[in-house]
């Protein structure tokens, strides 16, 4: 019995010997990171894999610490994949942190796509103040999201910028791709579906658009631009009654006056293509009472009412329109339309050579 005991502690001490023994080329390789030589680090690490082909945090470290300062983005995945695949629940410890190994690949794959997609932002905004299609600002953002990609292929986020940058550079195919491999990657990411959606719809491919913006909409349903897309790409395919259902739930749920405003705007506009006029009625004059300052909801009150050929009413908002905006001709001819249709022909005429001389 008592060898038995001892047996057992020796095989104990044994494996507790070995569990915390290092070799000596992940030692040197540990020390020259330190000392920030790479190439020794790299030379170091790669002979400690063949002595400890079992130990994660070596290809951890190959991919931390050597392939992203190479900018090898392949190899670095590799690396942080082999990690992984050795034990994902392992606990390292590095640079005084004691974390699993998952942690470890994931902190540090973010920290590399993190830095190169902000700067991506960078290029790309100072892109959009300088224009063009071919300027080296978006150039520069193109080369840096794709760069995104290539350090974490399964982020979405960096497919749909990348897909606005290349639509911008006047390239749609490349755009498309983007944009669906993204979608494809990480289906759960809400912009890589609402940037799938507003490719496919640019192409005017309105039910492959549906599908993504109706995922949005499943992913965010407080989101009201995903909404408002979904609503107008129900009524492209021809499926009006999902497309008043959609924009009658996204203005339920909105809080903010000037979308609100807005969202009542478009409902207006379709309810005019339906000739449903009392309905558009309604929404252009919510939309006016939530943002007076919205001229374009003023128009549509004026127009729904010559549309449905109600003149008085039509007359009465198109002179709050030349009162708004004295200068602006359409709102004469428009004016001198109604006044004719109630049989005012001298004072129709007045208001059409007042639209010719602006």
């Known amino acids: 019995m008592k060898t038995r005991i001892a047996s057992v502690l020796l095989l104990g001490l044994m494996l507790l010997f070995m569990a915390g023994c290092v070799s000596e080329e992940l030692r040197s390789a540990r020390l020259y990171i330190q000392q920030e030589s790479w190439a020794n680090a790299e030379e170091y690490l ?161 039910e492959t658009a549906l599908i993504y913006y109706r995922k949005a909409v499943n992913l965010d349903p407080t989101d009201s631009m995903a909404r408002r897309q979904l609503a107008q790409t129900y009524y492209d395919v021809g499926d009006k009654e999902m497309s008043l ?45 939530l943002n007076p300052d919205d001229i374009d909801a003023l128009r549509g009150i004026a127009q729904t009412f010559e549309t449905a050929e109600e003149w008085s009413r039509a007359e009465y908002y198109y002179r709050r329109l030349i009162d708004i905006e004295s200068e602006n001709p359409q709102h004469y001819r428009a004016m001198a339309r109604v006044l004719l249709r109630q049989g005012y022909t001298d004072e129709a005429q007045e208001y059409f050579d007042k639209s010719k001389e602006l």
């Not at 759960?188 to 799938?196: K, P, W």
């Open 46 to 206: 790669l002979k400690a894999r063949k002595v400890e082909p079992e130990n994660p945090e070596i290809p951890f470290l190959l991919g931390h610490e050597i392939y992203s300062r190479k900018q090898e983005w392949r190899k670095m995945n590799e690396m942080f994949d082999k990690a992984l695949s050795l034990g994902p629940d392992i606990q390292m410890t590095i640079n005084n942190r004691t974390a699993k190994v998952s942690d470890m690949v994931q902190a540090a794959r973010e920290q590399h796509w993190v830095t190169i997609y902000n700067q991506g932002v960078g290029f790309f905004n100072e892109a959009r103040k300088v224009g063009g299609t071919d300027s080296p600002e978006l150039q520069n953002a193109i080369k840096a999201f794709r760069t995104a990609t290539d350090v974490d292929p399964n982020n979405g986020a960096a497919y749909g910028i990348l897909a606005n940058c290349l639509f911008a550079a006047g390239d749609l195919d490349g755009a498309l791709e983007a944009a669906s491999t993204g979608a494809i990657k990480d289906p759960d990411n809400f912009y890589a579906n609402m940037a799938a959606g507003k490719m496919y719809l640019t192409a005017k491919d309105y």
């Open 245 to 289: 259902g959609t924009y009658e739930v996204a203005i339920a749920n909105e809080t903010d006056p000037d979308i609100k405003a807005d969202l009542h705007y478009n409902l207006g506009v379709l309810n005019m293509q339906l000739e449903d006029f009392q309905a558009a009625e309604d929404n252009f004059s919510m939309a006016y009472d």
